[in-house]
Protein backbone atom coordinates (compact mmCIF):
# COMPACT_ATOMS: atom_id res chain seq x y z
CA UNK A 1 0.00 0.00 0.00
CA UNK A 2 1.11 3.34 -1.05
CA UNK A 3 1.08 6.23 1.48
CA UNK A 4 2.81 8.86 0.55
CA UNK A 5 0.81 12.26 0.46
CA UNK A 6 -0.61 13.36 -2.25
CA UNK A 7 1.25 16.72 -3.68
CA UNK A 8 0.57 20.08 -2.03
CA UNK A 9 -0.96 22.82 -3.70
CA UNK A 10 1.40 25.18 -4.45
CA UNK A 11 2.38 27.44 -1.46
CA UNK A 12 2.83 30.53 -3.54
CA UNK A 13 -1.22 31.31 -4.55
CA UNK A 14 -0.60 34.52 -2.82
CA UNK A 15 1.78 35.60 -5.76
CA UNK A 16 -0.52 34.06 -8.16
CA UNK A 17 -3.40 36.00 -6.85
CA UNK A 18 -1.36 39.19 -6.86
CA UNK A 19 -0.20 38.90 -9.96
CA UNK A 20 -3.79 37.94 -11.18
CA UNK A 21 -5.42 41.13 -9.73
CA UNK A 22 -2.39 43.70 -10.95
CA UNK A 23 -1.13 42.77 -14.04
CA UNK A 24 -4.55 41.46 -14.94
CA UNK A 25 -5.67 44.49 -14.56
CA UNK A 26 -3.22 46.19 -16.39
CA UNK A 27 -3.76 43.76 -19.49
CA UNK A 28 -7.46 44.11 -18.94
CA UNK A 29 -6.62 48.07 -19.37
CA UNK A 30 -4.68 47.51 -22.00
CA UNK A 31 -6.65 44.96 -24.35
CA UNK A 32 -9.72 47.61 -23.79
CA UNK A 33 -7.18 50.43 -24.83
CA UNK A 34 -5.22 48.48 -27.75
CA UNK A 35 -9.75 47.48 -29.26
CA UNK A 36 -9.89 50.80 -29.18
CA UNK A 37 -7.54 51.62 -31.63
CA UNK A 38 -7.99 48.78 -33.81
CA UNK A 39 -12.25 49.92 -34.08
CA UNK A 40 -11.77 52.95 -35.42
CA UNK A 41 -14.85 52.65 -37.80
CA UNK A 42 -17.69 52.24 -35.39
CA UNK A 43 -18.69 55.12 -33.87
CA UNK A 44 -16.89 56.36 -30.30
CA UNK A 45 -20.33 55.91 -28.56
CA UNK A 46 -20.40 52.11 -29.33
CA UNK A 47 -16.66 51.77 -29.49
CA UNK A 48 -16.12 53.12 -25.94
CA UNK A 49 -19.10 51.22 -24.15
CA UNK A 50 -17.46 47.75 -25.78
CA UNK A 51 -14.13 48.81 -24.68
CA UNK A 52 -15.35 49.80 -21.43
CA UNK A 53 -17.22 45.97 -21.13
CA UNK A 54 -14.36 44.21 -22.54
CA UNK A 55 -12.08 45.09 -19.18
CA UNK A 56 -14.37 42.98 -16.71
CA UNK A 57 -14.42 39.47 -18.66
CA UNK A 58 -10.46 40.16 -19.68
CA UNK A 59 -9.30 40.83 -16.29
CA UNK A 60 -11.48 38.33 -14.35
CA UNK A 61 -10.70 35.79 -17.04
CA UNK A 62 -6.77 36.20 -16.54
CA UNK A 63 -7.76 36.14 -12.15
CA UNK A 64 -9.22 33.03 -13.10
CA UNK A 65 -6.70 30.90 -15.18
CA UNK A 66 -3.55 32.43 -13.11
CA UNK A 67 -3.50 29.21 -10.85
CA UNK A 68 -2.71 26.91 -13.66
CA UNK A 69 0.74 28.75 -13.66
CA UNK A 70 3.45 26.05 -11.95
CA UNK A 71 4.46 28.94 -9.97
CA UNK A 72 4.13 32.57 -8.90
CA UNK A 73 7.35 33.38 -10.49
CA UNK A 74 6.41 31.79 -13.93
CA UNK A 75 2.47 33.67 -13.34
CA UNK A 76 4.16 36.81 -13.08
CA UNK A 77 7.07 36.38 -15.90
CA UNK A 78 3.98 35.58 -18.10
CA UNK A 79 2.23 38.31 -17.23
CA UNK A 80 4.13 41.11 -17.29
CA UNK A 81 5.42 39.86 -20.59
CA UNK A 82 1.97 39.90 -21.78
CA UNK A 83 1.44 43.02 -20.79
CA UNK A 84 4.80 44.18 -22.68
CA UNK A 85 3.32 42.92 -25.48
CA UNK A 86 -0.16 44.64 -25.11
CA UNK A 87 1.09 48.26 -24.31
CA UNK A 88 3.99 47.67 -27.06
CA UNK A 89 1.35 47.25 -29.53
CA UNK A 90 -1.02 50.05 -28.28
CA UNK A 91 2.28 52.81 -28.70
CA UNK A 92 2.82 50.88 -32.21
CA UNK A 93 -0.64 51.92 -32.86
CA UNK A 94 -0.76 55.23 -31.42
CA UNK A 95 3.14 56.69 -32.16
CA UNK A 96 2.24 59.90 -29.91
Known amino acids: MN ?33 NGLAGGMPITVRGQLAMWLTAPVWMGVLSGVYFFRSGKRAWAWLGGANLLVFGLMLAIYPS
Open 3 to 35: TAKPKAVSPDWLSKTLAGLLLGFTLAIGCAGLF
